[in-house]
């Protein structure tokens, strides 16, 4: 049993199923039915998805359904969201931390032993 769709969630499909339905598609449901397919997109990316944050999430939905209106001939399943879907935007990374000593010692050896065999004077 999948937890209900977050109110941001249904405002971000509606809103990109809204988008679809102006193209006027082939099978492209009623305009007034748009809430009901709306909660069932919504269920439907519960289902698959979980794990939804809105910060994260919203403008990847926004996305999909901006990719999705500029590829579909006819009007969407549910699962076609996936293929437009962004990926995630990864967190900003540490900073590789500073070399030990030991590293800096090897690196230093590594240079002179280079040295030696291309016979660069120092």
């Known amino acids: 049993?999948?937890?209900?769709?977050?109110?941001?969630?249904?405002?971000?499909?509606?809103?990109?199923?809204?988008?679809?339905?102006?193209?006027?598609?082939d099978g492209c449901p009623p305009?007034?039915?748009?809430?009901?397919?709306?909660?069932?997109?919504?269920?439907?990316?519960?289902?698959r998805g979980g794990g939804w944050q809105e910060a994260l999430d919203a403008p990847r939905i926004r996305e999909a359904f901006r990719r999705l209106a500029a590829h579909a001939m006819r009007w969407p399943a549910p699962a076609e969201i996936w293929q437009h879907m962004p990926a995630r935007p990864e967190p900003p990374k540490l900073p590789a931390p500073p070399p030990s000593e030991e590293e800096r010692a090897r690196a230093m050896r590594m240079l002179a032993e280079l040295r030696e065999k291309m016979r660069i004077p120092i």
Do not use: I
């Open 1 to 25: 049993m999948s937890e209900a769709a977050p109110g941001w969630l249904v405002a971000e499909v509606a809103a990109g199923l809204q988008r679809l339905l102006v193209l006027r598609l």
């Open 31 to 47: 305009a007034d039915a748009v809430e009901a397919v709306a909660l069932a997109w919504a269920d439907a990316l519960m289902v």
